[in-house]
C-alpha cells in the first residue's frame, strides 16, 4: 500500500499529534464494518489494530469520513471516561494519504449476531443496559446511529461495544430511506421525518428481544409474544412511532439509576476543537480540489428547539 512505505505508518493521533511506527500488514477482516469500509489486521509497535479504509472508490470516501467525524467526536467525549469501552478505541487517522484510513484497537468480543440464547438472563440485561447507555450517550453529542443491528454490536461476556459509527447521523438531520427490518425503525426505512435518538432505542429493543426469544421481531411494532418477556424494559420502545417511545434516558433510569452519564460529555470541555477545526478544513481542501460540493446536513424547520435533556429521568 502506498500510504506504508517500507514497513512504517505515519498518522495523526486524535489529538492531532503526527507519529511515525514500524507497521506490519495481517489479513482483511469479514463482518468488521460493512461495505463501502473494509477493514484490515495490523500490529503496529506491538499493539493489535484494525486499519478501516474505503474499499469502493464511489461510495467509500464519504463513508469514511463519516466515519472518522463520529469516531473522533466520540473519543473527545467519552475517551477519558468509564465509558470508553462501548465504542471503538480510536488510535489514529489520516484523511489526507493516498489512501485515507482509521485505525482503531482491535474489537473486543464477538458479534451478538453469533449469540442468540449462547448468553444468560443476566448477560441479556446488561447487553439491554449497554445498548441504551450508548445510544443516550451519542444522543448527548448530537448523533444518533441508524445501523444499530446485531453485527454492529459485539460482546465479550461483560461489555458492548458498538460498531460502525459511519452510521452515526446528527440528530434532527432528515431521515433516508435506509436500514434492516426489523432493526431500522418504520420512520427510518420509509425515510420520512428527522431523525431521533428514538430510532436507535427501537433497534435497541429488537437486538435484545432477538437475544431474549431467539428469533427477529416484528418489523413494525410489538413483538406479539412480547409478554413473555416481562424483564425487558424495552418494552415499550417498539412503538411504531418515535413520538411514542421513551426518551432514551428515561429508560436507561430504569435500568441503570442514579445521574444521566451523559452529564459527563455534556459538562467537559473540548480540547480537540482546534483538531476538529484543522480536520474540518482538511475535508474541505480534499473536497474542493475533487469538485465536489460539501453536503452539510440541513438546519432544524424554523422554530423547532432541541428535545429536552435529561439528567435521572428530570427534566431541566
Known amino acids: 500500500m502506498n500510504d506504508i512505505p517500507k514497513g512504517r505508518l505515519s498518522f495523526l493521533t486524535p489529538q492531532g499529534v503526527r507519529r511515525t511506527e514500524p507497521v506490519s500488514i495481517g489479513d482483511r477482516r469479514?463482518?468488521?464494518?460493512?461495505?463501502?469500509?473494509?477493514?484490515?489486521?495490523?500490529?503496529?509497535?506491538?499493539?493489535?489494530?484494525?486499519?478501516?479504509t474505503?474499499?469502493?472508490?464511489?461510495?467509500?470516501p464519504a463513508r469514511l469520513e463519516a466515519e472518522a467525524r463520529a469516531a473522533l467526536t466520540v473519543h473527545r467525549a467519552f475517551a477519558t471516561t468509564p465509558y470508553r469501552s462501548l465504542f471503538p478505541a480510536l488510535v489514529g487517522h489520516d484523511?489526507?494519504?493516498?489512501?485515507?484510513?482509521?485505525?482503531?484497537?482491535?474489537?473486543?468480543?464477538?458479534?451478538?449476531?453469533?449469540?442468540?440464547?449462547?448468553?444468560?438472563?443476566?448477560?441479556?440485561?446488561?447487553?439491554?443496559?449497554?445498548?441504551?447507555?450508548a445510544v443516550r450517550l451519542?444522543?448527548?453529542?448530537?448523533?444518533?446511529?441508524?445501523?444499530?443491528?446485531?453485527?454492529?454490536?459485539?460482546?465479550?461476556?461483560?461489555?458492548?461495544?458498538?460498531?460502525?459509527?459511519?452510521?452515526?447521523?446528527?440528530?434532527?438531520?432528515?431521515?433516508?430511506?435506509?436500514?434492516?427490518?426489523?432493526?431500522?425503525?418504520?420512520?427510518?426505512?420509509?425515510?420520512?421525518?428527522?431523525?431521533?435518538?428514538?430510532?436507535?432505542?427501537?433497534?435497541?429493543?429488537?437486538?435484545v428481544y432477538q437475544l431474549a426469544a431467539g428469533h427477529p421481531g416484528d418489523p413494525d411494532g410489538p413483538p406479539a409474544d412480547l409478554a413473555s418477556y416481562r424483564s425487558l424494559e424495552l418494552g415499550d420502545a417498539f412503538a411504531p412511532s418515535a413520538d411514542a417511545?421513551?426518551?432514551?434516558?428515561?429508560?436507561?433510569?430504569?435500568?441503570?439509576?442514579?445521574?444521566?452519564?451523559?452529564?459527563?460529555?455534556?459538562?467537559?470541555?473540548?480540547?480537540?476543537?482546534?483538531?476538529r477545526q484543522e480536520y474540518d478544513r482538511a475535508m474541505e481542501r480534499k473536497r474542493r480540489a475533487a469538485g465536489v460540493v460539501p453536503d452539510h446536513p440541513p438546519a432544524p424547520e424554523p422554530g423547532q428547539t432541541r428535545r429536552r435533556t435529561w439528567f435521572g429521568g428530570r427534566a431541566y
Open 30 to 52: 469479514r463482518r468488521t464494518v460493512p461495505p463501502p469500509l473494509s477493514a484490515r489486521d495490523l500490529t503496529l509497535a506491538d499493539r493489535r489494530l484494525v486499519r478501516l
Open 54 to 60: 474505503a474499499a469502493d472508490p464511489e461510495t467509500g
Open 95 to 133: 484523511m489526507d494519504a493516498d489512501e485515507p484510513f482509521l485505525l482503531y484497537e482491535a474489537p473486543r468480543g464477538d458479534p451478538a449476531a453469533r449469540l442468540s440464547y449462547g448468553i444468560s438472563t443476566t448477560e441479556q440485561r446488561t447487553v439491554e443496559r449497554d445498548l441504551v447507555l
Open 138 to 207: 451519542l444522543e448527548s453529542v448530537g448523533l444518533v446511529h441508524t445501523g444499530l443491528v446485531p453485527a454492529a454490536v459485539r460482546w465479550d461476556g461483560k461489555h458492548v461495544q458498538l460498531w460502525d459509527l459511519a452510521s452515526a447521523v446528527p440528530l434532527g438531520a432528515l431521515r433516508r430511506p435506509t436500514g434492516t427490518p426489523p432493526y431500522a425503525s418504520p420512520e427510518q426505512r420509509r425515510g420520512v421525518g428527522r431523525c431521533d435518538a428514538r430510532d436507535a432505542l427501537w433497534s435497541a429493543a429488537q437486538i
Open 245 to 275: 417511545r421513551p426518551e432514551p434516558a428515561l429508560v436507561l433510569a430504569r435500568l441503570m439509576p442514579g445521574p444521566d452519564p451523559a452529564a459527563l460529555a455534556e459538562a467537559r470541555p473540548d480540547p480537540l476543537e482546534p483538531h
